[in-house]
C-alpha cells in the first residue's frame, strides 16, 4: 500500500516537472522537439502508472461488513481422496453443516483468483487439501492441511473451541455463546470488533492462532511501471538541467 502512494505521489511530481519545466532559451530546435517527445513520453507514463494503482487499489476485496466468520477450503481442481473426504464431511456431519451454514462459505482452488488475491501468501497450496476459519477482517484463527486436518465432529469441535477462544480474547465479542458448545453453530455468531490488530503477513502454520493482514491489492502493477517511469524521469532531468 505504501509504495503505491510512493508511485502515485512521485507520478504527480513527474508531471508537475514535465509540464513547466523550461530549457534554456539557446535550446537548439531538434534538442526542443527531443524535449517535447521526452515530456510526452514522461506523461504518458505518469498517467499509466497512476491509473494501474487506482485500478489495483479498486480491485482490491472490498472489508466484510457482514461480520460473518469464513469456513475456506481449498482443494486441487480435481480433488483428492484426501480433499473430497474433507468436503465430504463438512456436507453430511450435522453440526458442521450447522457451522457451514453460520458462516460465509468459500471453496477455492489454486488457481481462483480471490484466493490468489486475498490467501495465497498465508494458506499455500503446497499440501491440499486446506480448511481456515477467519474473521470477517482476515484474521485466520485455525488452519490445517493435508493429513492433519480432522474430520466430522472432531473438526466441528475444533471450530467452535477456537471461536471461543477467539471470543474470550476479545472482550467486544458477542457473548451469546453456548458454554458447553453444543449446539455447534451458536458460538459462530456474527460480532463486531473495531479494535482488532491486522494480519501478519507470513505462512500461516497448522493449527496456530495468529493474526493476518488483510490482502487487499498487489504493488506488482506500480513497481513494474516505476521502474519505467523513473528513468524517464531521471533522463528528462538531466537532458534539461545539462549544461
Not at 46 to 57: C, E, F, K, S
Not at 90 to 108: D, Y
Not at 172 to 197: F, I, Q, Y
Not at 214 to 229: E, I, Q, R, T, Y
Request: proline residues 9%; contains cysteine; charged residues 20%.
Amino acid at each position: 500500500m505504501f509504495l503505491n502512494i510512493l508511485a502515485v505521489a512521485f507520478a504527480v511530481a513527474c508531471l508537475a516537472f514535465a509540464c513547466f519545466a523550461k530549457l534554456r532559451p539557446d535550446t537548439p530546435v531538434l534538442l526542443r522537439w527531443v524535449s517535447l517527445a521526452m515530456r510526452l513520453a514522461l506523461i504518458v507514463c505518469a498517467v499509466l502508472m497512476i491509473l494501474i494503482v487506482i485500478t489495483g487499489t479498486a480491485q482490491g476485496q472490498p472489508p466484510d461488513d457482514s461480520q460473518k466468520y469464513h469456513l475456506i477450503t481449498v482443494t486441487a481442481d480435481e480433488p483428492s481422496p484426501a480433499g473430497r473426504a474433507l468436503l465430504d464431511s463438512i456436507r453430511t456431519t450435522p453440526r458442521l453443516s450447522q457451522i457451514e451454514a453460520r458462516c460465509k462459505r468459500f471453496r477455492w482452488t489454486p488457481t481462483d483468483d480471490a484466493y490468489l488475491l486475498r490467501y495465497a501468501a498465508q494458506l499455500p497450496p503446497n499440501r491440499l487439501p486446506v480448511i481456515a476459519l477467519a474473521r470477517s477482517d482476515g484474521g485466520v484463527i485455525f488452519k490445517a492441511s493435508g493429513t492433519s486436518i480432522p474430520l466430522g465432529d472432531r473438526l466441528a469441535d475444533v471450530l467452535v473451541a477456537r471461536v471461543h477462544g477467539d471470543r474470550q480474547s476479545n472482550p467486544t465479542a458477542n457473548p451469546s455463546v453456548s458454554p458447553r458448545g453444543d449446539v455447534a453453530g451458536s458460538a459462530l455468531l456474527p460480532w463486531r470488533d473495531p479494535d482488532r490488530p491486522r494480519i501478519l503477513d507470513q505462512v500461516i502454520p497448522d493449527s496456530v492462532v495468529t493474526v493476518e493482514a488483510p490482502a487487499g491489492f498487489s504493488d506488482v502493477f506500480a513497481k513494474s511501471v516505476g521502474l519505467p517511469l523513473l528513468i524517464a524521469a531521471g533522463a528528462f532531468v538531466l537532458f534539461v538541467l545539462k549544461d
